[in-house]
């Protein structure tokens, strides 16, 4: 009696939580394309983006309108002053500096990352050694010394891809690390019990337990390697959207001041996108985890 009262009421919970807690998995952006999601939630979620979209643009249309344009404006002007710059080239040149100087950057900055990071996690010597030095770095505000990195490097892209790989070391480090820290140690204890080597022990165990910990330094690592490739161009202010920026703040062009920075603001929406993408490909277990 008692095995059928939990076998009926286990496959009736079972059936009516399904339903339940779609709209909860729904929640988590990176699983709207999930088969389990119904539809309905899908259109649902897209509809609530799009009015909030709409309700943010409107109000900076309406108060853009009403205040000085030296100091604000809206989006009908921005709309303008982008079209002209689009069409003139300028935009599309400086885009495709700054992107450029990001993905190399950031290419370099994870892969040092991650390697440092495997070392540093797996090797208490190596962590020994290196820590005060990364605490260190991390703890000092590095634009402070875009001036002596500009000294040494000149105004080029060199000194730009410098900065945006330094700041991109950093959180991968750390990250990658605490992922290697946080394996089970029974897990290792076991292949070694079976006389596995290092690298089998790399390869199977620590490389896919700190994959999501990698994929989230990396999240972060795009957000840093836009802020150097910024904060570079503004010191060269020669090439790219942060010269576009310290050109028109130069003329008071607010409208078309606005334009490098939207396009900041989506190169970092496209990128972050990315690399979600990448860590649902790479760690798909975590957005059943979640």
Not at 57 to 71: D, K
Not at 122 to 132: G, I, L
Request: aromatic share 8%; net charge positive; hydrophobic share 55%.
């Amino acid at each position: 009696m008692v095995v059928d009262s939990l076998g009926g009421s286990g496959a009736r919970v079972s059936a009516d939580a399904r339903p339940m807690t779609q709209p909860l998995r729904a929640a988590d952006p990176r699983i709207e394309d999930h088969p389990d999601v119904p539809p309905r939630v899908k259109g649902r979620l897209w509809i609530i983006r799009l009015a909030s979209m709409l309700s943010v643009i409107g109000g900076w249309e309406i108060v853009g309108r009403q205040s000085n344009t030296l100091f604000l404006s809206y989006p009908t002007a921005i709309f303008k002053a982008a079209t002209v710059m689009a069409a003139s080239g300028e935009l599309w040149q400086a885009f495709l500096s700054s992107l450029q100087t990001v993905l190399i950057g950031f290419a370099a900055g994870g892969a040092i990352g991650i390697l440092v990071g495997l070392l540093i996690g797996r090797y208490r010597v190596v962590d020994a050694a290196t820590d005060w030095l990364i605490n260190a770095l991390y703890a000092t505000p590095l634009v402070a010394v875009i001036p002596l990195v500009i000294l040494w490097l000149g105004l080029g892209d060199l000194a730009k891809l410098f900065v945006v790989t330094i700041l991109t070391v950093f959180p991968v480090v750390i990250n990658t690390a605490a992922g290697v820290r946080n394996v089970p140690q029974s897990l290792i204890d076991v292949t070694t019990a079976f006389a596995a080597s290092e690298r089998q022990v790399f390869t199977k165990i620590i490389l896919p337990s700190a994959v999501p910990y990698m994929m989230t330094g990396l999240r972060l690592g795009i957000g840093r390697a836009i802020i150097g490739m910024v904060v570079a161009e503004f010191f060269t202010a020669i090439t790219g959207l942060g010269a576009l920026i310290v050109k028109y703040s130069n003329r008071y062009d607010t409208a078309s001041m606005f334009v490098p920075i939207l396009m900041l603001m989506m190169m970092g929406i496209l990128l972050t996108s990315l690399v979600r993408r990448a860590e649902d490909y790479f760690a798909p277990w975590r957005i059943t985890e979640e």
